[in-house]
């Protein structure tokens, strides 16, 4: 699914790419770390340089300009800080939202693909925590990178100028600092990337839990989901625990390194001193600033240390934005008008991606404009990846699907979901009131429209009955909603988008007899505008339909109206004796 993996040179530059639209803001918070590092340096040094001076009792009158100058970058160091912050979030939150809606359009075009193939979990965890993450990246670490860089070439200026050989040990000891999280990078990466998908499987553990709670308690599956769940915690803590033990050790490992410096530059100091290289005041100066100068150097590495869990998140969040979908949108829009609804399955096959043998092998049928079809057949015969490939939610591997006579593959995916409309027999309801989730099938409609879509949907009448009508909020699922009440919305939905072919996949459980006869009412009449593709679960739903299309181990082996079929010995007599013989 990822077209191929970054490295952490171009993940940084894919990072830093999306600073574009924000330079001004992005200069002005590396300026003003810049400024406010400088500031700090400049308030201690200005402080030391005048207690050496006092104790050599040459600090007098003329010394009151190093205390305007001192209370300047006390001023300084407080109004660039507050600027570095304010600028560095503002940009870091800026961006989280960019991420955010980019994320959800790219997840929406590799949908169902990348649904099929990665835990619902993994997938909240990216949406939601890895671009979180990034928030460290923006508004924590790219301008103190750049200031950091800036101060240390400050530094070893001001000490060359003081004296060449304290910058020497200067370089040596900066390029020894910055060597430790690079050797330790390999694992750092490791387990930042074991982190992130721990903690996926762990949400996914959680999801499954809310949404399966009834199965839980009903097959008494308690203890055994406990069991589990605690397994995938345990394993989640176990990575962060190693996580945390790694940046640790490498924090104590980075706090020596800059400590043996610090020492190593105050005693260069002392021997430049004694053989009269160096006077005292600057001496107090390099002897006090040098240990807040390696500050920036060690929240540099400090953050570093956080690269693991960084780049782990920028890999999984670039994963999903650059994953190519199966599907092309490559088509061509046309009118809707312009399309007849009668559809042309051309010896179509289709294999799921990893599946061994094909899920429907040369199907061909014709539907025409303005029949109610009902797809016929045992489960897993291939009728739901027919209407998939239907709605183009995967290409065919062989043949062709036309609607009005246009390859499905030649139309943009815009006409294609103009055209179709399906109600599928999980019905999501968004929690907003019912009236809103009718409307999602048109936003444009008004009030009215969304009404009378309800009463041609058979829905009118039990959305009155509650006490807030259309305004009653559906709750989330749809937790308030009977199944029947649900698709009757969710057909209320299809109305509204006036689309000319309509899929109605038909829920097996949930629909009382009353419902049923309603929904199959809803259709018949629906069916004299549109046409209406159905998979028929129950046997009683096919009696509405004009013709049956019977599908056996991924092939069509008959087609006819009931009668016709039912009158040969065939596939469609056996399925009905054998549901018959169920019931
Ligand atoms: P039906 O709707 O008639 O119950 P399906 O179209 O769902 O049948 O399934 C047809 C075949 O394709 C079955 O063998 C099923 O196991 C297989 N199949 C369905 N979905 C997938 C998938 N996502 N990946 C691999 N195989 C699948």
Redesign the pocket.
């Known amino acids: 699914m990822p077209a191929k993996k970054m490295n952490r040179m171009e993940l940084l530059a894919e990072l830093a790419g999306t600073l574009k639209g924000y330079r001004l803001k992005t200069a002005g918070n590396i300026g003003s770390g810049i400024a406010s590092e400088a500031f700090t340096l400049l308030s201690a040094g200005i402080s030391a340089y005048m207690v050496a001076l006092a104790l050599q009792g040459t600090l007098d009158e003329s010394s009151n300009k190093l205390f305007i100058l001192l209370a300047f970058s006390i001023l300084g160091f407080a109004v660039f800080r507050y600027l570095e912050s304010l600028l560095s979030h503002d940009v870091a939150f800026h961006i989280l939202v960019d991420y955010r809606v980019k994320l959800y359009s790219a997840f929406e075009k590799i949908c169902p693909d990348i649904l ?1 193939n990665s835990k619902s979990g993994q997938l909240s965890v990216t949406l939601m925590n890895d671009v979180e993450i990034l928030e460290w990246f923006f508004g924590h670490t790219v301008g103190s990178i750049v200031a950091t860089l800036a101060i240390v070439l400050g530094i070893l200026g001001f000490l060359a100028w003081l004296h060449p050989l304290l910058s020497l040990v200067m370089i040596i000891s900066m390029a020894v600092i910055f060597t430790i999280p690079f050797l330790l990078k390999g694992t750092a990466d490791k387990q930042g990337l074991l982190n992130r998908y721990k903690l996926g499987d762990a949400n996914s553990v959680t999801l499954e839990g809310l949404n399966g709670v009834k199965e839980i308690l009903a097959l008494n599956y308690k203890e055994r989901y406990k069991q589990k769940n605690d397994a995938f915690m345990e394993q989640l803590t176990d990575s962060q625990v190693d996580y945390t033990k790694r940046q640790g050790k490498e924090g104590g490992l980075l706090l020596t390194a800059a400590g043996v410096a610090a020492i190593a530059i105050n005693i260069t100091a002392i021997l430049l001193v004694l053989h009269g290289k160096l006077s005292l005041e600057w001496f107090a100066v390099v002897g006090t600033t040098i240990w807040l100068a390696f500050n920036p150097v060690l929240a540099l590495c400090d953050k570093a240390r956080s690269f693991g869990i960084i780049f782990a998140s920028a890999t999984r969040v670039s994963d999903i934005l650059h994953a190519q979908p199966l599907v092309k949108d490559t088509g061509r829009d046309i009118p809707v008008a312009a399309i007849k609804p009668y559809i042309d399955f051309d010896h179509v096959s289709f294999r ?1 991606k990893n ?1 061994g043998q094909n ?2 092998s040369d199907v061909s049928f014709q539907i025409r404009a303005g029949e109610l079809i009902a797809f016929v ?1 045992e ?8 209407t998939n490939l239907l709605m183009r939610l995967w290409d065919v591997s062989e043949g062709s699907i036309r609607i009005g006579g246009h390859d499905l593959r030649a139309l943009s995916l815009h006409t294609v979901h103009s055209v179709i409309s399906a109600v599928l027999q999980d019905v999501y309801m968004f929690n907003v009131s019912i009236m809103e989730n009718i409307r999602l099938g048109n936003p444009a409609a008004a009030d009215g429209q969304v009404i009378e879509a309800a009463k041609q949907a058979q829905a009118h009448t039990f959305i009155c009955d509650f006490e807030d009508g259309y305004n009653t909020i559906a709750g989330e699922r749809g937790a308030q909603l009977s199944g029947g009440q649900r698709q009757r919305i969710a057909i209320a939905r299809a109305i509204l988008t006036n689309a000319p072919i309509l899929i109605f996949d038909e829920a097996v459980s949930n629909l009382d007899t009353k419902s049923e006869m309603e929904i199959q009412h809803t259709l018949r009449a629906l069916a004299q505008k549109r046409t209406i593709v159905m ?1 028929a679960h129950r046997l009683s739903t096919i009696a509405i339909a004009d013709k049956l299309i019977v ?1 056996e181990n ?1 092939q069509v082996v008959q087609t006819g109206t009931h009668e016709e079929l039912i009158s040969k010995d065939g596939c469609y007599r056996k399925l009905v004796a054998s549901q018959l013989q169920k019931n």
């Open positions: 099929l799921y599946a899920a429907v057949g489960s897993g015969a291939g009728k739901t990846t027919c998979v599908f991924g």
